[in-house]
């Protein structure tokens, strides 16, 4: 398993922008990792948000994000971010950074790293 560090979120308002960063620690690379942001609105089951392969930058997306948000990897700061934009207040929930080995999955109980949760407010 690895260690997951996030960054990011906060309050804004509807139509703005924030970005998430997700950061590895105890390991050197998410070499062979799929990283994947979820999140868990208010009173909801966590729900998958986008995935990266790590090794071949592939990404998936859920329906209700795609668009809007961009999952990208920055190997210098061996990181993976999540740039949000066009928020909607139905975008207001605690967003978690996963990983595991890369299998193209995108439930919960395919990852086994998780990072710590970070609130995402969206006014309207």
């Known amino acids: 398993q690895v260690q997951l560090v996030e960054s990011g979120g906060g309050l804004v308002q509807a139509g703005g922008s924030l970005r998430l960063s997700c950061a590895a620690s105890?390991?050197?690379?998410?070499?062979?990792?799929?990283v994947g942001w979820f999140r868990q609105p208010p009173g909801k089951e966590r729900e998958f948000v986008a995935a990266?392969?790590?090794?071949?930058?592939?990404?998936v997306y859920a329906d209700s994000v795609a668009g809007r948000f961009i999952i990208f990897r920055d190997f210098a700061k061996n990181m993976v971010s999540l740039q949000m934009n066009n928020l909607k207040p139905e975008d207001t929930a605690v967003y978690y950074c996963?990983?595991?080995?890369?299998?193209?999955?995108?439930?919960?109980?395919?990852?086994?790293?998780w990072g710590q949760g970070t609130q995402v407010t969206v006014s309207s």
């Open positions: 996963a990983a595991d080995y890369a299998t193209g999955s995108r439930s919960v109980p395919d990852f086994g790293s």
């Open positions: 105890g390991r050197r690379t998410f070499d062979t990792y799929a």
């Open positions: 990266i392969n790590w090794d071949s930058g592939s990404r």
